[in-house]
């Protein structure tokens, strides 16, 4: 599996950790969740990529009705299984002799493992930095 889209898979990983979405669409994003380890860890980059992809598609949409059901937060469970597989992508990239991938967060602090410490996500960060090279 290529750098890029494992940097793009723990970029997403981490934002997912930070979602609020209507209950009903929890599932889906636990079945790519899972979809995401197994192909991982069979070494299946397409079906890694796939998974990444649709992961990205489902977060939360911009757009929310206002009869729409309340939107939750992940499950517990749910984090920590993308607490867990963040870990072994960092692994991965430790194993292969690259530095591992660990944010940091607006103050310059290093972000641990999954976000959800209140600072901006990796991806926020990385879209603010490239707006203010404009």
């Known amino acids: 599996m290529d750098d890029e889209i494992r ?17 009903e669409r929890w599932p889906e994003v ?21 998974a990444v992809y649709d992961l990205e598609a489902a977060g939360p949409r911009r757009a929310v009705r206002a009869e729409r ?19 072994s992508l960092d692994d991965a990239r430790s194993a292969a002799g690259e530095a591992p991938d660990v944010p940091e967060q607006a103050d310059g602090r290093a972000e641990s493992g999954v976000a959800g410490d209140g600072g901006p996500s990796l991806r926020r960060r990385r879209w603010a930095w490239r707006g203010s090279r404009s």
């Open 30 to 50: 636990e079945r790519l969740v899972d979809a995401m380890g197994r192909a991982a860890s069979a070494g299946d980059a397409a079906a890694f990529r796939r």
């Open 69 to 87: 059901a309340a939107v939750l937060p992940a499950q517990a469970s749910l984090r920590e299984r993308i607490n867990t597989l963040v870990h």
């Open 7 to 23: 940097a793009e898979a723990l970029d997403v990983l981490r934002e997912a950790s930070e979602w609020r979405l209507a209950a």
